[in-house]
């Protein structure tokens, strides 16, 4: 996908169609096990509000914990678990072997950020977005406090830490570097979402 998924409800062929994701609230007790999910638009805070216009704003998507991305609790621990979850019918969360796919493509870790990143947004330096998928600087999310909007953003895989149940993979861009960084994190957490097309593994490609 070529933005941000901000969806509320589970697609027909998600193994969890029947639930609903609540949005977070202070209240809320937050664990990886308590799916929630978070519209960050109206927590963003100088001094990257000047770089967020009206487009920029309606371009983040939802952040979203791990288990309401996966649509699931279970620890998933291999590089190519395959999750629908939140995603359409037809797409998936990415694996972690799809994130590295992506970075080697744009020119390995050091360098593949600035073509992901999209050309406004982001504070002081912005991508270049040669890959045309425009990644946002839409923050993180704990139960309802929102934070680094405008400087990083990550998106989860469909991978668990294989020592550490409580972390999943994400790929992570940030303001200040040119670099992708690929690495775990509390499942807790409240991230962005991209989805890939569940094709078979003869397919190489995004």
Sequence with gaps: MTENLKVT???????CS??????????????EKTPYFKDIRNF???PYTDNFTDEVRNSLGYLYNW?????TTANNTTVNDK??????????????NDFDSLSLFFGGNEQSGKALKSLNGWYLT???NESNMNCYPAGLAIKNNVSFAGKQ???WSSKSMSTNITKANVMKL???QDNTEHSYINKAQANSVRCVLDLDDSYIGF
Excluded: H
């Design 9 to 15: 409800r589970y697609d027909t062929e998600s193994l």
């Design 18 to 31: 029947k639930c609903s994701i609540p949005e977070a609230t202070d209240t809320q007790g937050v664990d």
């Design 44 to 46: 963003i805070e100088a």
């Design 67 to 71: 288990s309401a991305a996966a649509g």
């Design 83 to 96: 999750i629908q979850g939140i995603c359409p019918n037809g797409w998936r969360l990415p694996t972690a």
């Design 126 to 128: 912005s991508g270049d």
């Design 153 to 155: 953003t990550m998106f």
């Design 174 to 176: 940030s303001y200040n």
